[in-house]
């Protein structure tokens, strides 16, 4: 069986997470292409090996010959086309922050159940070995019971960008802390409670251009979140502290790009890179599996719910208003 892969808009992430990993798999060929500009996407379809154009999203939605709608659309429009797909009887792979808010995030998940579709977040992190390996630590029981939980993504990201505009769905929390916070709630393994929240706004208004939280877990665990799209120095680390032990990976996000994950228990401490091909292959072939064999695909679902919902949480916390439309404000 080949799945057959619309997409929607020529975004940046677009050849990281698609196109490149589509051509090492047999059972993914990539049909179809639309964007604002049809001179991009032809140039895209020429670059990436995208059979056809056409000319709108709704056109690639309706096609058929797409059996699956990739869709890395800016963050505001997640959810309109997600659902539009969905109803037109299409899977969905869409990415990451999920939708503007969790009344979105929701919304899409039901059209999803309704209508039959697989829809899937595309958090690649989570199926690298390198993730894989520090959630396996923890299940062990080796670095005992979680009790503290850190995930910060702190990078610089100038001005202009549509992840500085509110009206966009921006803000250093949506595209960067939105990994932060998956990272924190998957390692202990529960939903946080936030505690406090500050942000630096801005400018323009609205945009948290940095953003910290502490989070509380039913089991007692603490945890921080932190993203800045002005950090002087990147910063892309998670670490977690445990009644036996402890663990810090530097470059949870994008391991294939040089890592280092310690361990660190009574016994010891291990320091090493964890080896393995792009996190975007593992994610692609862990979802074309999930459609095709109905194997798990973890993040999609409540669990993108539910981090919407911690985003949304913290944004509260620190004063500002949520991304996106006002709940209730018509997508279904």
């Known amino acids: 069986?080949?799945?057959?892969?619309?997409?929607?808009?020529?975004?940046?992430?677009?050849?990281?997470?698609?196109?490149?990993?589509?051509?090492?798999?047999?059972?993914?060929?990539?049909?179809?292409?639309?964007?604002?500009?049809?001179?991009?996407?032809?140039?895209?379809?020429?670059?990436?090996?995208?059979?056809?154009?056409?000319?709108?999203?709704?056109?690639?939605?309706?096609?058929?010959?797409?059996?699956?709608?990739?869709?890395?659309?800016?963050?505001?429009?997640?959810a309109e086309w997600t659902i539009a797909a969905l109803r037109a009887g299409k899977d969905v792979l869409c990415e990451k922050p999920f939708a503007s808010n969790a009344a979105e995030a929701a919304e899409m998940v039901r059209v999803a159940e309704v209508e039959g579709r697989v829809l899937g977040e595309a958090f690649h992190h989570w199926y690298h070995p390198m993730f894989q390996q520090i959630l396996a630590t923890i299940r062990s029981g080796v670095i005992g019971e979680?009790?503290?939980?850190?995930?910060?993504?702190?990078?610089?990201?100038?001005?202009?960008?549509?992840?500085?505009d509110y009206a966009t769905s921006g803000g250093s929390l949506m595209d960067l802390g939105c990994y932060s916070t998956i990272w924190v709630r998957h390692v202990v393994g529960e939903e946080p409670e936030v505690v406090s929240a500050e942000a630096e706004i801005g400018p323009p208004e609205h945009i948290d251009a940095a953003i910290a939280a502490e989070l509380h877990f039913p089991s007692g665990a603490t945890g921080r979140v932190e993203s800045s799209m002005v950090a002087d120095d990147s910063d892309v680390r998670l670490e977690v502290v445990g009644t036996?032990?402890?663990?810090?990976?530097?470059?949870?996000?994008?391991p294939h790009n040089g890592n280092t994950l310690t361990i660190r228990t009574d016994a010891g401490e291990t320091v090493g890179e964890v080896t393995g091909g792009t996190t975007y292959e593992?994610?692609?072939?862990?979802?074309?599996?999930?459609?095709?064999?109905?194997?798990?695909?973890?993040?999609?679902?409540?669990?993108?719910?539910?981090n919407m919902a911690a985003i949304d949480a913290i944004y509260e916390a620190a004063g500002l208003p949520l991304r996106g439309p006002a709940m209730g404000s018509g997508l279904t």
Not at 247 to 252: D, G, Q, S, Y
């Open 282 to 306: 593992y994610m692609l072939r862990a979802f074309c599996d999930h459609v095709m064999h109905g194997t798990p695909y973890p993040t999609a679902g409540e669990d993108s719910i539910a």
């Open 146 to 164: 979680v009790t503290r939980a850190e995930g910060y993504f702190n990078i610089s990201i100038p001005q202009p960008d549509i992840r500085w």
């Open 244 to 254: 036996k032990g402890s663990i810090t990976a530097i470059n949870p996000l994008a």
């Open 1 to 78: 069986m080949t799945l057959r892969f619309g997409i929607l808009g020529a975004a940046r992430i677009a050849p990281k997470a698609l196109t490149r990993p589509a051509s090492t798999m047999d059972s993914v060929e990539l049909t179809r292409v639309a964007a604002r500009d049809r001179g991009r996407a032809e140039a895209f379809a020429a670059e990436h090996g995208v059979g056809a154009v056409s000319d709108s999203y709704q056109d690639v939605i309706d096609a058929d010959d797409v059996d699956v709608i990739y869709n890395p659309l800016p963050m505001h429009l997640h």
